[in-house]
């Protein structure tokens, strides 16, 4: 990847438009882009679900000859995507090769950014009701404000989750946030509400636990802090679904196909 100033866009010769954010569709695009280079292929990368009603909104991309790209199932299906093709590439991540779960402090650790600003959406009540019952560690943005760890280097993030039991996702809607994929991809078992793609992503009993039912999650959660063993063989389960999920060189060669199928068939 190259940063290029804004006002010498226009003068690349390029092979295709990748937008990620609506501003940018809506209102840089005009701004940034010469005539010619808005009639090259276009890609939407929507990284998450509908903010305003979550089965009635439409996307601001109609557009038949553009390529809407979604990073979950759940995704695709809550959008109404209009007239535009829609297809999904699952996420990518990669973590150290030399960090392996140990699991050896028996607490879950949640990671979610600004969890107190975001509320109930990201799970914050929740959160805080099954801390009452489980230790539980809050890392990310702001996480210090409510007595958690703090903001942690993501570099570092991996080797630390990797000491922990469990790792919780307490998120009532969103996409399927990346911290969770690196958590499974370390081998933590993963906790969470039984919403969005995490339904897909997590197996109860095999890879982790989710329920709708916050009381149950706590239940599992504290088995899994009394029964170590049974934690490490969920850590295998999980970080061997995960590697076949999230890999990045899964990830890389889907956008490969997905890119080039398009570029042809634009042309």
């Given at each position: 990847?190259?940063?290029?100033?804004?006002?010498?866009?226009?003068d690349l010769e390029l092979d295709a438009i990748l937008f990620q954010h609506r501003k940018n569709y809506e209102v840089d695009q005009y701004e940034i882009l010469s005539e010619t280079q808005r009639r090259l292929p276009r890609i939407y990368l929507e990284h998450d679900p509908p903010q305003e009603h979550p089965t009635n909104t439409r996307h601001w991309v109609d557009d038949p000859a553009m390529l809407l790209v979604?990073?979950?199932s759940f995704n695709r299906l809550?959008?109404?995507n209009n007239r535009t093709p829609a297809v999904v590439i699952d996420h990518g991540v990669m973590v150290p090769d030399n960090v392996t779960y140990t699991g050896e402090?028996?607490?879950?650790?949640?990671?979610?950014?600004?969890?107190?600003k975001r509320g109930r959406r990201l799970g914050l009540d929740v959160f805080e009701k099954i801390r009452e019952q489980i230790p539980l560690d809050l890392a990310g943005m702001g996480s210090a404000e409510l007595g958690g760890i703090g903001e942690v280097p993501h570099d570092d993030l991996p080797a630390l989750m990797a000491t922990y039991r469990f790792f919780f996702n307490p998120i009532r809607y969103t996409s399927l946030g990346l911290s969770v994929c690196e958590a499974m991809m370390v081998?933590?078992?993963?906790v969470g509400l039984a919403t969005t793609e995490m339904v897909t992503a997590v197996e109860n009993g095999r890879t982790g636990y989710v329920e709708t039912d916050a009381e149950m999650l706590a239940e599992?959660?504290?088995y899994l802090i009394d029964h170590p063993a049974?934690?490490?063989?969920?850590?295998r389960n999980a970080a061997d679904y995960a590697n076949q999920r999230f890999g990045i060189k899964r990830f890389a060669s889907d956008w490969q196909q997905v890119v080039s199928r398009f570029l042809e068939n634009f042309r």
């Open positions: 990847m190259h940063d290029v100033p804004a006002g010498e866009v226009k979604h990073v979950t809550m959008w109404d402090n028996p607490k879950g650790i949640v990671v979610v950014n600004n969890i107190g081998g933590l078992p993963i599992r959660m504290r049974y934690a490490r063989e969920l850590s």
